[in-house]
Nanobody
Framework: QVPLAESGGGLVQAGGSLRLSCAAS????????MGWFRQAPGTEGESVAA????????YYSDSVKGRFTITRDNAKNTVYLQMNRLKAENAAVYYC?????????????????WGQGTQVTVSS
């Protein structure tokens, strides 16, 4: 098991920024691909961004490309999602997930460990 805990969610005005964090306790994340997913009420979850274990490759969904940035600090066992120029449609519960393989996974089925999620609300 890799216990993951997200933080940093909250209420922000459209056009504002938030930085989400995902920390692991008791286990290292340095060998895991990490992903961020989100799910809004009444919708299917979607992949937002992912980063390989060493940060050499990243993935962004088209809807967030250029506005969101995923980074990781393996020394701190933490992954971040910097979200800029937020839009109302970005409101959702954001989840981080860990994949103990070397692939850069996009599908949630490729991830083995999940956090509880953090709510992001964007007011227009």
């Amino acid at each position: 098991q890799v216990p993951l805990a997200e933080s940093g969610g909250g209420l922000v005005q459209a056009g504002g920024s938030l930085r989400l964090s995902c920390a692991a306790s008791g286990r290292t994340l340095s060998s895991h691909t990490m992903g961020w997913f989100r799910q809004a009420p009444g919708t299917e979850g979607e992949s937002v961004a992912a980063i390989r274990w060493n940060g050499d490759n990243t993935y962004y969904s088209d809807s967030v490309k250029g506005r969101f940035t995923i980074t990781r600090d393996n020394a701190k066992n933490t992954v971040y999602l910097q979200m800029n120029r937020l839009k109302a449609e970005n409101a959702a519960v954001y989840y981080c997930a860990a994949d103990p393989t070397l692939r850069l996974g996009v599908s949630p089925y490729e991830y083995s460990y999940w956090g509880q999620g953090t709510q992001v609300t964007v007011s227009s």
